[in-house]
């Protein structure tokens, strides 16, 4: 296995999709570090792996295909067709066979066939059944977690079998035996115990927004107000606890500050509520994910606002856009005149359709920039009114922030996206080997834009792409600084009303200064 | 668990080298940790070290990098206040490499 930082030289260039030569086990020793006792535990899973572990596992399977018939069918209905083999990230960066989705799915499917069909109870041989044994649990371990559950084959596969859902299965019976991973449920236990992610207290996370405030004020001469728990304020924004720390999330962060000040709505942060995502989903935890988004709706009713509005976090819209309802609703204190929930480029692209912002798309011009479609936003939610929305309505905000823009090839975009390579719980340094090769196929399509057009940036609405993708750039020979925000290409061109570039823009212009 | 042998003790660490307990801390075992990550601490290095110690002490948490920056900024100049600037100084990161040797958690998250 090559070390985690070998030079990628020749990993940068080339078909995107290109088939790779087949490398058996490659990748058979990566895998994620386990959860502490003490991180499993405070998420109601056993502490280490239990000494009945075969007997829960298989129990645990049957509750789950008992449970969701999306599942049975799943693990009952492949066919072995091939279409899928050749459209996982993580296959097409390792060669190792067992990353092709049919042969991660039949790491768990041939248990299924064991123990809960009946070929497979009396002629398991037949039928490619097997048990539950020790080399395939350590195969769990490892290849499940070499998903980013971003459903790409599903797109691929006659059936729609949802590999991310079989992995998701997967961790669920792991954390269940006391398997956990620790990247996930570290996170998971912080937002149960600080209110997100990252871990950021209230007291910091205060000051942090009042640090943004006087940098904004400090470039722009406006006061921008980034408001935390404002009781009656109309709009409850939630946002990736990423946005408070991490760049360029916070260049996207300053930028949904600058469209609510613009729009002249009242909004707010939540600090119980600091966390968009919703690690609940990568573990295939429905309980988990419940609390979590039970945490939105308790803030959005405890300060009384109308409208709920997403920041830039993938699976988070997902969960918010397919599940919130489900999972903390009925929603019906909010204002049904608004989506319930919306997703901040909704927001700002109505604004800007209905022409109330002021935009300078001049002030990108050093930019040439292309959109990655992050996963969960593309392949398992929507966005608007219209089918494809989720792809067409952050382009056109970009398109109407930045004069170039260049699309990738479109067998790497829209529903055909690539992951980023760090999503699904994987976004974890000790599994940065696989994170570089799953980017490949990603950074092969941006070095085919940056060769024909010059592109020089990529834009995303995931934290989970930005953090990946500002760690793998310089491997595959991009600035680390190549990866922005949507809002961060927002916040560039938007000209605050009573603002110095205002007064700058005006003079350019020879109008009259209105600072009103 | 693993452990840095330090002055004839055993200062635990978790599986990427971040201290189990943040108060085992002291400035000599900062260096052991930054010679464990192939760095060797320069005045300049203390500068980002003290400056993360000093945030966390107040807010229990490792400053954004944005505000890392801006402090740098104002107290060493521009040129300190760099993403690149610290990148060099700390290759894997202002925020989690610096942040080890400091002796603080991890920044966890999608960062």
Redesign the interface.
């Known amino acids: 296995m090559a070390a985690p930082d070998a030079p990628t030289a020749d990993r940068s260039h080339g078909d995107p999709l290109e088939m790779p030569a087949l490398c058996p086990g490659a990748m058979a020793a990566s895998k994620p ?1 386990p959860a502490s006792p003490a991180m499993q535990t405070a998420l109601g899973f056993p502490g280490q792996l239990v000494e009945d572990w075969h007997d829960k596992a298989i129990a645990r399977l049957g509750e789950l295909v008992n449970g969701s018939r999306a599942l049975r069918v799943y693990l009952d209905s492949c066919v072995k067709c091939g279409a899928c083999t050749d459209k996982c990230h993580y296959f097409l960066g390792t060669g190792d066979p067992k990353n092709m989705p049919v042969a991660r799915q039949d790491l768990l499917r041939k248990v299924y066939r064991r123990h809960f069909t009946l070929a497979g109870r009396y002629v398991p041989w037949l039928v490619g059944a097997e048990d539950l044994t020790e080399a395939v649990l350590a195969d769990w371990v490892s290849y499940f977690h070499q998903c980013s559950q971003c459903r790409r084959c599903s797109v691929f596969c006659p059936f729609g079998i949802d590999t991310a859902e079989i992995s998701m299965a997967a961790r669920d019976i792991l954390d269940t035996i006391g398997l956990g991973q ?2 996930s449920n ?2 998971i236990g ?1 937002v149960f115990k600080i209110g ?6 209230p ?2 996370l205060k ?2 927004l009042e ?2 405030e006087d ?1 904004i004020e400090e470039d722009t001469g406006v006061r921008v107000e980034l408001p935390l728990n404002r009781e009656g304020a109309d709009i409850l924004l939630v946002t ?3 946005d ?4 360029p ?2 260049e996207g962060l300053i930028g949904y500050a600058k469209v609510l000040h613009e729009a002249g709505v009242s909004w707010t942060f939540s600090s119980y509520a600091s966390e968009a ?1 919703n690690f609940g989903m990568f573990i295939g935890s429905t309980d988990t994910m419940q609390k979590v988004a039970l945490r939105i709706r308790k803030a959005a009713e405890d300060l009384k606002v109308k409208r709920l509005v997403f920041g830039e ?1 993938g699976h988070a819209w997902r969960v918010a856009y397919n599940f919130l309802n489900t999972l903390a609703g009925p929603l019906d204190f909010l204002d049904p005149a608004y989506p319930i929930p919306q997703h901040i480029c909704e927001f700002t692209l109505d604004l800007i359709e209905r022409g109330k912002l002021r935009l300078d798309k001049s002030k990108n011009d050093a930019i040439r920039l292309t959109f990655h479609d992050s996963c969960n936003v593309a392949r398992a939610s929507r966005m608007g009114d219209e089918p494809g929305g989720q792809f067409e309505i952050p382009r056109a905000v970009l398109r109407a922030v930045c004069n170039h823009y260049f699309d990738m090839a479109p067998e790497t975009t829209r529903e055909a996206t690539l992951c980023c390579g760090g999503g699904g719980g994987l ?1 974890t ?2 599994l940065m080997d696989l994170r570089l090769k799953g980017a490949q196929p990603r950074m092969r399509a941006l070095r085919e834009v940056a060769d024909e057009h010059g592109v020089t940036h990529m834009a995303a609405i995931c ?2 792409c ?2 990946q993708f500002s760690k793998v750039l310089p491997k595959y020979g991009f600035d ?2 190549g990866i922005v925000s949507v809002h961060q290409m927002v916040s560039n061109a938007i000209v605050l009303t009573g603002s110095k570039q205002a007064e700058e823009l005006d003079a350019a212009h020879g109008v009259a200064s209105t600072a009103s | 668990m693993s452990a840095y042998a330090f002055n004839g003790m055993q200062i635990a660490h978790d599986e990427e080298g971040y201290l189990t307990d943040i108060a085992e801390w002291t400035p000599e075992l900062a260096e052991l940790i930054a010679k464990s990550e192939n760095i060797a601490l320069t005045p300049e290095h203390w500068e980002v070290v003290n400056f993360l110690r000093d945030y966390y002490e107040e807010y229990q948490i490792a400053p954004a990098v944005r505000i890392l920056m801006k402090e740098m900024t104002k107290k060493y100049g521009k040129e300190k206040g760099d993403q690149k600037y610290l990148y060099g100084l700390f290759p894997y990161g202002p925020a989690k490499q610096a942040c080890k040797i400091a002796g603080l958690p991890k920044p966890t998250g999608c960062v």
């Open positions: 570090y620790k990247y570290e996170i912080k997100n992610n990252l871990g950021l207290p007291k910091a000051n942090t640090s943004l940098d990736p606890s990423a408070f720390f991490a760049s999330h916070m995502a976090c976004l340094d000790e934290a989970i930005k953090a680390m600084e």
